[in-house]
């Protein structure tokens, strides 16, 4: 079956509090994005990844990193978190080329920092 | 630079067609898509286009695509209970993976 799990799917921490989130995916997609999801602005894309070793800033980057040594996982990664970065995550891979239209959405990972 | 709008309600009653409406500023897209959300999950891809396309139907759902005007339309026929969620317009640019969401309708299906 096709799936992308991430871990853990709840977290509350503190402030500074290094973190990180998983995501795996088992259709050996070339493509994994990771977005946020916040009340009445849709999704906004954190950091995507074209391949092993290749990553770019989406349009919200800023105390997020990311990094990609293996082509099925995709961490996202919280050096120093937040209380803006209290949200809800989603990571998501997808094929290249007339692949694109098969495009997978993890179950998200609700991330509260206090 | 980029951005997708969409209105945040749509309430219809069963039976009825619906229409959700989507605009996009970036001329360079390739990929349009429509996604659903229900409550408590992930998006779920429901159907795309490319730009050079006007018009894909997939069973229920029909999307419109006028490219002058940069409007996009999520039609859904013999709309049911079960179609009630989110529904999100994105964008895609030529060549890249980087994705602009609209902010999603709100749909609700009165019985």
């Known amino acids: 079956e096709a799936q992308v799990t991430q871990n853990p799917r709840y977290l509350i921490t503190v402030t500074g509090k290094k973190l990180t989130v998983t995501c795996s995916q088992n259709?050996?997609?070339?493509?994994m994005s990771w977005y946020r999801q916040d009340p009445g602005l849709g999704l906004r894309q954190i950091y995507y990844s074209m391949n092993v070793e290749v990553t770019d800033k989406g349009d919200v980057p800023e105390g997020y990193k990311v990094s990609r040594k293996e082509k099925r996982n995709f961490p996202l990664i919280l050096e120093s978190p937040s209380p803006n970065q209290t949200s809800l995550y989603f990571c998501?891979?997808?094929?290249?080329?007339?692949?694109?239209?098969?495009?997978?959405f993890g179950p998200g990972t609700r991330l509260t920092v206090t | 630079g980029e951005d997708v709008e969409q209105s945040l309600f749509l309430s219809v009653r069963e039976g009825d067609s619906s229409v959700i409406n989507c605009t996009y500023t970036d001329s360079s897209s390739t990929y349009l898509y429509w996604y659903k959300q229900e409550p408590g999950a992930g998006l779920q891809l429901l159907t795309y286009i490319f730009s050079n396309m006007d018009m894909k139907q997939d069973q229920r759902l029909t999307v419109l695509l006028n490219k002058k005007d940069k409007h996009l339309s999520l039609r859904i026929a013999d709309t049911q209970t079960g179609d009630s969620a989110i529904y999100f317009c994105a964008e895609s640019p030529t060549g890249g993976f980087k994705t602009i969401f609209g902010a999603g309708t709100r749909l609700f299906v009165k019985a």
């Open positions: 259709m050996n997609h070339e493509y």
């Open positions: 998501a891979s997808q094929g290249k080329g007339h692949g694109r239209a098969e495009q997978y």
